[in-house]
């Protein structure tokens, strides 16, 4: 009968860690997030900057769109660090990426259910909407037809995202998880 030493053992694949795999793709999500912000802020500068006649109603909307937008790009800058400090597995991002991930859910479930809202009222509204477009022709239709699939994706992810940051926030307070960061030296 042979003995196997422990050094002739094939080493076993590393398989990648599912809770760092969400990570990243939160990371790459709130990266690109973040361009859509920067880029929106873009069209509301150029906006203020271009027209010089608006009215003061006009000008407190952009006003407040551009502080709504420079409030988000601050809390995606923050998010993205501290992914960043997960993936290279800081001590001090777990604790901040479980807070994160349960604000970021309690973030999904109010913004799905203003959602979900008005795809009610657009739905309730659908007929009225679609006597009107059958006058303008299909097109009309077809836009109805796409918004309402647009909103129905968008709840769907947003259900994904709430499984997905709950589902973080439990791994990251795991043992197991835990002894995978290290302090700072």
């Known amino acids: 009968?042979?003995?196997?030493?422990?050094?002739?053992?094939?080493?076993?694949?590393?398989?990648?860690?599912?809770w760092r795999v969400v990570v990243w793709m939160l990371l790459l999500v709130s990266?690109?997030?973040?361009?859509?912000?920067?880029?929106?802020m873009q069209n509301v500068w150029e906006q203020l900057r271009d027209n010089l006649s608006l009215q003061p109603a006009e000008l407190d909307a952009l006003h407040g769109m551009l502080g709504w937008d420079a409030a988000y790009l601050l809390v995606v800058f923050a998010l993205i660090v501290i992914c960043a400090g997960c993936i290279m597995r800081q001590a001090w991002a777990r604790?901040?990426?479980?807070?994160?991930?349960?604000?970021?859910?309690?973030?999904l479930l109010i913004t799905g259910y203003l959602q979900l809202r008005d795809l009610q009222a657009l739905a309730a509204n659908s007929a009225a909407i679609l006597a009107q477009a059958q006058q303008q022709g299909t097109a009309a239709g077809?836009?109805?037809?796409r918004l309402q699939r647009g909103y129905q994706l968008a709840l769907a992810f947003k259900a994904i995202g709430?499984?997905?940051s709950l589902w973080l926030a439990w791994k990251l307070g795991n043992p197991a998880v835990r002894a995978q960061?290290?302090?700072r030296r």
């Open 142 to 145: 077809q836009m109805l037809v």
């Open 162 to 164: 709430c499984l997905a």
């Open 95 to 107: 604790p901040c990426m479980r807070v994160a991930a349960v604000l970021l859910t309690i973030w």
């Open 31 to 40: 990266a690109f997030g973040s361009l859509q912000y920067v880029r929106h």
């Open 1 to 18: 009968m042979a003995v196997v030493a422990p050094s002739d053992r094939p080493a076993r694949a590393r398989r990648p860690m599912l």
């Open 181 to 183: 960061f290290r302090t």
